[in-house]
C-alpha cells in the first residue's frame, strides 16, 4: 500500500489547503491515515466503546452501532452510499456474510482506491462504482435488501431526491440505515456558514430528515442520538498515535497540528451546533 493513486500536496500547505475544500480532504485523510497507521482506514468518527479503544476500533463501533439495526445481513445485497475509500464495505463483507456488497461514491478516486484495496485483500463479491448519491445512475431498481449510509448525507445538498433514489433501489421490506451529522437548532456566525457550504457541509434538522423520510416512502421505526458516545470517542485520541509509522519530527509536528484542528473543530461542532443522529427505516411492502 505505498504508493497513492493521486498525488496529494503532503506537506503543511497541503494540510491547510486540504481543510478548505472537500475533494482535497478527503484524499489528504486517505493518504494521512494509510501514512499515520500503515494501512487505509474508515473515514468516520469514533463511536466510544473502551478508553483503551484504537481509532480504527472507535471508528468500527460506529459501523457495528448501524450495522446492529439490520436483523441479518446473510447472503444479503448490501449497498453502502457514500462509501469512501471502501474499508467500510469490506468491513461489512468480512464481519456479517452478506451475498454481494456495492460500494458508491461520488468521488472517482475513492471508487479506484476501494477497487485497488479490494484486489490486495483477494476479495470477491464486492464491487464500486462512481456515481451520486442524488442520482443513483448504474444502480437498478429494487436491487438490495439493505442500504447504509454513514457520515454522507450532510454533504447531499438535495436530501429528498436521495431518499426517493434509497427507496427506489430497496427492494420492498428492504432496510435503510443512516447515521448523519445534523443541525441543532441554534444560531451560527455566517463566516461559519461561509465556511461549511465550502466544505460542502448542508447539515439538516432531525424533522426535517423525518418528514423527508415519510415523504420518499420509508418509514422510520428507530432513532438513536450518538451525539455523547460519539463526544467520548474523541478522548481517548492521545493514545491513537502511539504506534503510529509517521517519519521525522518535523512531519509528525505538522500531522499532529493538523490532526489536533480537525479534533477541535468536530468536537466544538458536535457541542455547540450539530448532533448525531442513527436513523433506520424500512420500505413497506405494501
Ligand atoms: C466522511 S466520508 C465517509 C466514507 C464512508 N462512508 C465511511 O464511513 O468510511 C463521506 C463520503 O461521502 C462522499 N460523498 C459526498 N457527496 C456525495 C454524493 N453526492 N454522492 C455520493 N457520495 C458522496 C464523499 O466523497 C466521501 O467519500
Keep these: 500500500m505505498g504508493e497513492t493513486l493521486v498525488q496529494t500536496d503532503r506537506s503543511l500547505i497541503g494540510l491547510l489547503r486540504a481543510a478548505l475544500s472537500l475533494g482535497d480532504y478527503h484524499q489528504i485523510m486517505n493518504d494521512l491515515y494509510e501514512?499515520?497507521?500503515g494501512e487505509h482506514q474508515m473515514v468516520h468518527f469514533p463511536l466510544y466503546g473502551?478508553?483503551?479503544d484504537t481509532l480504527l476500533e472507535g471508528q468500527t463501533n460506529l459501523t457495528d452501532a448501524c450495522l446492529d439495526f439490520f436483523p441479518d445481513l446473510t447472503d444479503k445485497r448490501v449497498l453502502e452510499v457514500g462509501c469512501g475509500n471502501g474499508v467500510q464495505s469490506m468491513y461489512v463483507l468480512t464481519n456479517r456474510g452478506p451475498g454481494h456488497v456495492t460500494g458508491m461514491d461520488l468521488n472517482p478516486n475513492n471508487i479506484e482506491l476501494a477497487d485497488r484495496i479490494a484486489a490486495t485483500k483477494g476479495l470477491s463479491n464486492i464491487s464500486f462504482l462512481a456515481s451520486d448519491a442524488q442520482d443513483m445512475q448504474g444502480i437498478p431498481d429494487a436491487a438490495f435488501d439493505a442500504v447504509l449510509n454513514v457520515e454522507s448525507a450532510f454533504h447531499y445538498p438535495d436530501?429528498?431526491?436521495f431518499l426517493n433514489e434509497v427507496n427506489r433501489v430497496l427492494k420492498p421490506g428492504g432496510r435503510?440505515?443512516?447515521a448523519d451529522?445534523?443541525?441543532k437548532p441554534n444560531r451560527?456566525?455566517?463566516l461559519l456558514r461561509m465556511w461549511e457550504r465550502r466544505l460542502s457541509q448542508n447539515y439538516w434538522f432531525a424533522d426535517s430528515y423525518r418528514t423527508a423520510f415519510a415523504r420518499a416512502g420509508l418509514r422510520i421505526d428507530a432513532e438513536r442520538d450518538i451525539t455523547d458516545p460519539v463526544l467520548q470517542g474523541f478522548r481517548s485520541r492521545a493514545?491513537?498515535?502511539q504506534n503510529h509509522k509517521i517519519r521525522g519530527r518535523v512531519r509528525r509536528a505538522h500531522i499532529m497540528l493538523f490532526v489536533r484542528a480537525q479534533v477541535f473543530r468536530h468536537v466544538y461542532y458536535l457541542r455547540r451546533i450539530c448532533?448525531?443522529?442513527i436513523f433506520s427505516a424500512v420500505k413497506p411492502k405494501k
Design 239 to 241: 493514545s491513537w498515535f
Design 181 to 183: 451529522i445534523l443541525m
Design 159 to 161: 436530501k429528498p431526491s
Design 275 to 277: 448532533s448525531y443522529h
Design 176 to 178: 435503510f440505515v443512516m
Design 35 to 37: 501514512e499515520i497507521f
Design 50 to 52: 473502551s478508553s483503551a
Design 188 to 190: 451560527r456566525s455566517s
